[in-house]
């Protein structure tokens, strides 16, 4: 029973709530405690708040989960978990991830408002999302990007670094790239067997899904070559070789659009990060680039 309730709280998700150190690895500060803390406690919120939606998703999806070939090995829809043990688990996560952003600053409200606001809209987003708007074409992807801008957005407030256009621009086209491979992942298997992941997946084709990659992919592609290259970057770096981390960019996506169009796996980017070699190595040489600009001089 316990394995089954972590395994609703799907906690290898909580990788992608590493977007709130962003903010602190741009800013040169991924070494200082005094940022690494509150950011660390954001994470924890973050996750809380995460594995609540998670809960109420599979609560919303249950019967279609248990005709999906992969899904109905969930929780819920195996009967390993209740349903109102996984409402109770919902409503106890939201709880926690108030509750840490208010131990957090018990002694002071100085940023308090800020942090709940950014968690109070993304469990309210979500919540939408789950009951009505991932029904709605594009609105559900548009939506899922704006929670990884939120998870910025709760680095950014949580360290009190002011966030640049340059990097909600950047992850909102990434995660958006990342959300119209996910659900092209569905629409291949809906259009192979008829098995709905999702009811959203009649409303798209694969044609339609490719040609959206494609134009994301490339304006992503460009937005971060534009940022490589703006003064205001190159003169806060302190570098004029930003540009060279643009290689791996331009290496991970490549290898990214192959896993979508040639190995149709591209269902779940955790599972792709944590499995494919090339898309580790580019993250890692991308990460190492900027190592070497922002924190060896």
Request: proline residues 3%; contains cysteine.
């Amino acid at each position: 029973m316990v394995l089954s309730l972590i395994r609703l709280l799907r906690p290898s998700q909580w990788l992608k709530n590493f977007f709130i150190f962003l903010p602190l690895f741009f800013d040169g500060h991924l070494l200082h405690v005094d940022y690494i803390l509150p950011a660390v406690w954001m994470f924890l919120s973050f996750s809380f708040a995460a594995s609540g939606i998670y809960c109420l998703n599979d609560l919303c999806d249950v019967e279609d989960d248990k005709v999906h070939p992969e899904k109905c090995k969930r929780p819920l829809a195996s009967g390993a978990v209740g349903q109102w043990q996984a409402f109770l688990l919902m409503l106890v996560c939201f709880v926690a991830s108030f509750a840490i952003v208010l131990l957090r600053h018990w002694t002071s409200a100085e940023g308090f408002l800020p942090l709940v606001g950014v968690i109070g809209v993304y469990i309210a987003m979500n919540i939408a999302y789950c009951l009505r708007l991932k029904r709605v074409a594009i609105v559900d992807v548009f939506l899922i990007a704006a929670g990884f801008v939120l998870r910025v957005l709760a680095g950014g407030f949580s360290t009190g670094i002011e966030l640049s256009h340059w990097i909600v621009l950047m992850t909102f086209l990434l995660a958006l790239f990342l959300a119209f491979a996910k659900r092209r992942d569905d629409v291949v298997m809906y259009e192979k067997t008829g098995v709905k992941a999702r009811e959203i997946v009649s409303q798209y084709n694969v044609a339609f899904m490719n040609q959206a990659i494609a134009i994301v992919a490339s304006v992503t592609m460009v937005c971060y070559i534009m940022y490589c290259v703006s003064p205001e970057v190159m003169e806060r770096f302190g570098s004029p070789y930003v540009y060279g981390t643009s290689v791996f960019v331009l290496a991970g996506l490549i290898r990214y659009l192959q896993i979508i169009f040639v190995d149709a796996k591209s269902g779940s980017p955790t599972h792709v990060l944590m499995k494919d070699l090339f898309v580790q190595l580019s993250i890692v040489g991308w990460i190492l680039s900027f190592i070497l600009i922002l924190y060896v001089r």
